[in-house]
């Protein structure tokens, strides 16, 4: 997928391994969300990282 062209790249896979590190990257968060009662330092930094996940989903087709 390019500027010019939004179609998604066939011969794209997705990455099996992507979707796990996601996985498990929002359960270590969560976890330090719970143990640090809503520092705002951390409530910022999970909300950017799930902000640059959804633009990387949305940039890749979905293929994480």
């Not at 500027?3 to 498990?24: F, I, R, Y």
């Not at 330090?32 to 990387?56: F, G, Q, T, V």
């Amino acid at each position: 997928m390019s500027p010019e062209n939004p179609t998604p790249d066939p011969t794209l896979v997705p990455d099996p391994d992507a979707a796990k590190h996601v996985a498990e990257a929002h359960r270590i968060l969560n976890g330090m969300r719970l143990r640090l009662e809503k520092h705002p330092d951390l409530e910022e930094a999970i909300a950017n990282l799930e902000m640059a996940l959804s633009i990387l989903t949305t940039k890749t087709a979905g293929l994480l």
